[in-house]
């Protein structure tokens, strides 16, 4: 912290090797290590700084997912740094509580450099979460879960596997917490929050646990929900996020499943493109004795985000892997100019029957509709990116409150990074 109390953090983009398996060597990338990086706090209203210094042998970028901040600080394709080179953001925290992260967003790369393993979590604090009892202790009783799907090919991560006609992206066979294989986690508490994040590059889960036991789903991509809600199931597409507390019983052993998915879309995808997977992901193993925890608040969080009544104009978006509304994403080209301070309703459709998702920077959203229906779970709280299943449209309402910028576009895209990369993507200005 600074005499300004400005906090900075910095982050070094390296390459390196970590050793999934026992005596295995395997090249990856991380931050300030040689997989994923440190997970940075800050709380509303700090300001914030960051070193991001890049000595991988090619240009990347940090992008931070789910912030709320000006266009020239976002980390997207149009803030690369080249190797050897720094760049430094800085920006004022202002949004409530949440998970959020970071990863690289290099224009074409993305997918890429995410699998090598650059990404990291940036929590956001508040106030109000701190005045709340929910489980709160970093690594003891809230813990961060970032999932990922893995290959590998002899001592190398295996980038190439993709599913039965390349249409999702990369599908790994394993997959990881937090860089680590088969991963268990010792907890002495009896409520256990678990800070999901789907940092996989195309794969969709479907979380729940091993003995069909529900838990208490208590935040989204943006934050704290209104109320916790009873849950058996929450699915995460990549990039998205969510808090669940889950109640332990004194000496037992849980797991943190993926189970198939229910809404992936046609058959052909459900069957040939990981739709039918399940993976256990995370073991919970008790203390024969377990500390006492509080019952979970009834009211927590309020919804920063607008009503459909609010907004003032609406936009189209149309998903095909081909592109968004016909378009492939294109750095000279600005595909939409929306006007600071308003809020508008985004209706977002998948055409053609692949998965997709649809991510939003800069802003978080209300989901009003998924196919004319009201949103339940996780769709209830504030996102930043949400799950598209084939065929189905969602409508979306979100403010631009941020700076005006006509220079510096903000995207939106596909959160399955091989489409991203492939020009599923738009640009954004705020006026
Ligand atoms: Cu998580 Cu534009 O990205
Ligand atoms: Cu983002
Ligand atoms: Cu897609």
Not at 214 to 238: H, I, M, N, W, Y
Request: net charge neutral; with cysteine; charged share 25%.
């Amino acid at each position: 912290v600074e005499k300004d109390g400005t906090r900075v953090f910095s982050l070094r983009m390296q390459a390196g090797t970590t050793e999934f398996e026992k005596g295995v060597r395997t090249p990856t990338w991380g931050f300030n290590g040689s997989y994923l990086g440190p997970t940075l706090r800050a709380k509303r209203g700090e300001k914030v700084r960051v070193k991001v210094e890049n000595t991988l042998p090619e240009a990347s970028s940090v992008h931070w997912h789910g912030m709320h901040l000006p266009a020239k600080m976002d980390g997207g394709p149009h803030q690369e740094v080249a190797p050897g080179r720094t760049w430094t953001p800085y920006w004022k925290i202002d949004q409530p509580a949440a998970t959020l992260w970071y990863h690289p967003h290099p224009h074409g790369k993305t997918e890429t450099h995410v699998q090598r393993g650059l990404a990291g979590m940036f929590l956001v604090d508040d106030d109000r979460s701190a005045s709340l009892k929910l489980p709160k202790r970093y690594g003891v009783d809230d813990l961060p879960v970032a999932v990922q799907d893995v290959e590998f090919d002899g001592a190398n991560l295996d980038h190439g596997r993709r599913s039965f006609l390349q249409n999702t992206g990369f599908l790994g066979s394993r997959t990881m917490v937090n860089g680590t294989l088969d991963p268990y986690k010792e907890v002495g508490d009896e409520l256990v929050r678990l800070r999901l994040l789907n940092a996989s590059t195309a794969r969709i889960y479907d979380f729940g646990f091993g003995d069909d036991r529900a838990f208490a789903l208590v935040a989204t991509d943006g934050g704290l929900l209104e109320r916790p809600e009873t849950l058996k199931r929450v699915q995460l597409s990549p990039g998205e996020r969510a808090e669940v507390v889950v109640r332990m019983r004194a000496g037992e052993k849980v797991v943190l499943r993926s189970f198939p998915q229910s809404n992936y879309g046609g058959g052909f995808e459900q069957r040939f493109a990981g739709g039918d997977d399940s993976f256990d992901v995370l073991e919970l193993r008790a203390a024969p004795t377990l500390r006492k925890a509080p019952e979970l608040p009834s009211v927590m969080g309020d919804l920063e985000v607008p009503q459909e009544k609010d907004a003032v104009r609406g936009r189209y978006f149309g998903l095909r892997m081909s592109g968004i509304n016909g378009r492939k994403m294109d750095m000279r080209h600005i595909d939409e100019t929306v006007t600071r301070g308003t809020a508008e309703v985004w209706t977002v459709r998948n055409e053609d029957g692949v998965p997709h998702n649809f991510h939003v920077h800069d802003v978080q959203f209300r989901v009003l509709s998924v196919d004319g229906k009201a949103p339940t779970g996780m769709l209830r709280g504030a996102k930043d990116t949400v799950f598209v299943p084939g065929g189905s449209t969602v409508k979306l309402a979100m403010r631009f409150d941020g700076p005006a910028d006509p220079d510096t576009p903000y995207m939106y895209h596909c959160h399955l990074l091989y489409h991203e990369d492939r020009g599923m993507m738009g640009q954004f200005v705020v006026v």
